[in-house]
């Protein structure tokens, strides 16, 4: 994963495209400083979780940016944010969530919100990555209320 965002920086540098450039770079910059701090190159799972905080983090900005009504930086962060998402896996859709997190309850027998924490670990864990966090949470939210 790792090798195919430094592959797409050199395309980008041949193609001049700046915006792409400028993110690759921070992507291969926050992977290499991860690397360092665990002691070894990092795997693909590992680079993914790299590249999902480098996602959430964006879409904060943009959702703060919205609120103080900075258009110009709201169209910069959710230009980054789709070069980022370009290597993330699809995320499932609400439907399929909403699927992961009834059968979850079922398992774990899950009644009302003191049964939140044994819920949402399990959903998590049967999303591997493609389940966002603030939708899965909203969903079971409503359905143990």
């Not at 400083?33 to 900005?61: C, F, R, W, Y």
């Amino acid at each position: 994963m790792l090798h195919q965002i430094e592959n797409d920086l050199k395309d980008a540098l041949r193609n001049q495209d700046k915006a792409k450039v400028g993110v690759l770079r921070i992507l291969i910059s926050k992977c290499k400083n991860k690397s360092i701090a665990i002691g070894k190159p990092l795997e693909d799972s590992e680079v993914m979780k790299v590249l999902q905080t480098t996602a959430k983090q964006h879409k904060e900005s943009i959702k703060l940016y919205t609120q103080g009504e900075r258009s110009d930086l709201v169209d910069q962060e959710t230009l980054e944010l789709n070069i980022v998402e370009g290597y993330l896996p699809s995320m499932m859709t609400e439907d399929e969530v909403r699927s992961i997190i009834v059968s979850a309850i079922e398992t774990t027998g899950a009644s009302s919100m003191a049964d939140f924490g044994k819920v949402m670990p399990q959903v998590m864990k049967q999303g591997a990555g493609k389940i966002d966090g603030g939708v899965a949470q909203n969903i079971l939210k409503e359905l143990l209320s």
